[in-house]
């Protein structure tokens, strides 16, 4: 360094920033240590009492339990990390080297995490009832949340840590149009029910409505997707590196909101169109949702009640109707459609956090949570749920077909599984080293109106997938 060509004042700045990263990083990896020394002193302790350990198995007996539970917590932790330090590295270092995003926890699974838990679940369902059809790449790091639009054109929303949202061609894979008004970590993206714009949630403190228009592209042959799967080799971070470069190069950018809701003291997490589209709530960590009127802008409602920070919410699709889920293992239903009366019910029934809850058409709610259970609720009933799923590892955000009603659970662990109502077991996406997410899954969101990709997941490898899932056949094999 003492050839440096840089001006001292620049280079001090840049050495004042490396340090920065450099401690936050010791940080995490001294927590790391400190949680390996747990589960070590775990497995002393319960080897001490006469419970066979085989070398650090952790599937076996109360070991399994207690280890899987601290490798939740930490997948958690890390999440949770990752999105404060996202919108946090937007207001430190604006326009520097590097830009906000600092390190991906994508490319760091600490020691396996939840690779440790072994699945108990039946083979794959054969790939003629899933196949992979499409994959959506251009975002350069995790992508939280999707959904499709409720109008013509249909085209999928993603929503991204790397502080952009962007709208993608379903049929080509192409990026139509990138939204980079956010100065954080865009959180959750929902579409309006009639019109051409979009809610997208950041941890920049706000939510923004912006307008859109796209053109879609020309039709393409179909590609030959089992040829590209056959392919030696194996996915890795390389591959995900090489994606950054193949990312949208003339995808027109919009970057000032049409509608900037700005009432949370905390990262919103998540947004939605309440019914009729005048109105929107929001989520946030400061423990609080807003409902909001768009024409405005105005807070029409501030709803407390939540112990921690809030980690989605839902409207229902008919009804003047809301549910937040929250890191205190409940979530609650608000009920709107009496002007004069808004009343609440609380649901409790999770161990951990609820990542998400989400309306069915009918009567129901269904749930997911860090507790690697999803529960299924009607909304008449709300002591006890009508039906558990358990798995192995935390589920983030569910969705519900609206026809078939089928459950697609996205998973901490790489794996997507589709359940029905009565939490019976349907299928589990296909994943291999050729296919698949290969990071985190973050969320699901099912299309009924396009037959040729009708479920979408994203995840943590940065990537959005359009999958086919025959529905008949699939409730067939059941």
């Known amino acids: 360094m003492e050839d440096s060509k840089l001006p001292m004042a620049l280079r001090s700045n840049l050495l004042d920033l490396f340090g920065q990263i450099e401690r936050e990083f010791e940080n995490l990896y001294i927590e790391n240590l400190e949680l390996r020394r747990e589960i070590e002193s775990l497995n002393e302790r319960l080897a001490g009492e006469g419970q066979t350990v085989d070398g650090g198995d952790l599937t076996k007996g ?3 339990t207690k280890a899987s539970h601290s490798t939740s917590q930490l997948s958690q932790k890390l999440k949770t990390t990752y999105k404060a330090s996202t919108s946090k590295r937007s207001n430190s270092f ?5 830009g906000p995003r600092n390190f991906n926890v994508g490319n760091w699974e600490l020691w396996g995490g939840d690779s440790w838990i072994v699945s108990s679940f039946k083979a794959t369902t054969s790939r003629a009832v899933c196949q992979l059809v499409k994959e959506y790449v251009g975002h350069r790091d995790g992508i939280w949340d999707l959904a499709v639009t409720r109008i013509q054109p249909l085209v999928l929303g993603t929503a991204s840590a790397d502080h952009c949202s962007m709208l993608w061609s379903i049929e080509t894979g192409k990026c139509l149009l990138k939204y980079a008004g956010h100065a954080g970590s865009v959180n959750s993206i929902k579409f309006h029910p009639t019109e051409q714009m979009a809610l997208t949630a950041s941890g920049d403190q706000t939510a923004h409505i912006w307008r859109y228009m796209v053109q879609l592209p020309l039709p393409q042959p179909p590609a030959d ?6 392919d030696d080799g194996d996915f890795s971070d390389k591959d995900e590196a090489d994606g950054e470069a193949e990312g949208p190069s003339e995808c027109p950018t919009i970057r000032v909101a049409t509608t900037t809701l700005k009432s949370h003291q905390g990262v919103v ?3 939605d169109w309440l019914v009729g589209g005048k109105q929107v709530v929001t989520a946030s960590w400061d423990r609080a949702a807003n409902l909001y009127d768009v024409e405005t802008s105005e807070l029409v409602h501030t709803l407390t ?7 989605h919410c839902c409207t229902h699709p008919t009804q003047r109707l809301v549910v937040t889920s929250s890191r205190d293992t409940t979530f609650r239903l608000w009920d709107f459609r009496d002007p004069s009366i808004h009343s609440v019910n609380v649901f409790q029934g999770h161990t951990d956090t609820v990542t998400s809850a989400v309306f069915t058409v009918g009567d129901n709610v269904v749930s997911g949570s860090d507790d690697r259970t999803v529960k299924v609720w009607d909304l008449k009933n709300m002591r006890s749920p009508i039906a558990t799923i358990r798995t192995d590892s935390a589920v983030n955000r569910i969705s519900v077909s609206a026809n078939q009603r089928i459950i697609a659970l996205p998973h ?9 109502m009565n939490g019976v077991r349907l299928a589990r996406l296909p994943r291999s080293n050729r296919q698949g997410h290969r990071r985190m899954v973050c969320c699901s969101a099912w299309n009924e109106e396009n037959q040729a990709c009708n479920l979408f997941t994203c995840g943590f490898d940065r990537q959005a997938i359009g999958w086919n899932i025959n529905i008949p056949a699939l409730l067939q094999e059941k």
Request: aromatic share 4%.
């Open 62 to 64: 109360a070991l399994k």
């Open 94 to 98: 604006p326009g520097k080297v590097g």
């Open 225 to 230: 997707i089992s040829a590209s799967l056959d």
């Open 269 to 271: 997490i998540a947004a």
């Open 305 to 311: 009640g939540h112990d921690q920070e809030l980690t």
């Open 412 to 420: 901490d662990n790489r794996q997507v599984r589709l359940f029905d």
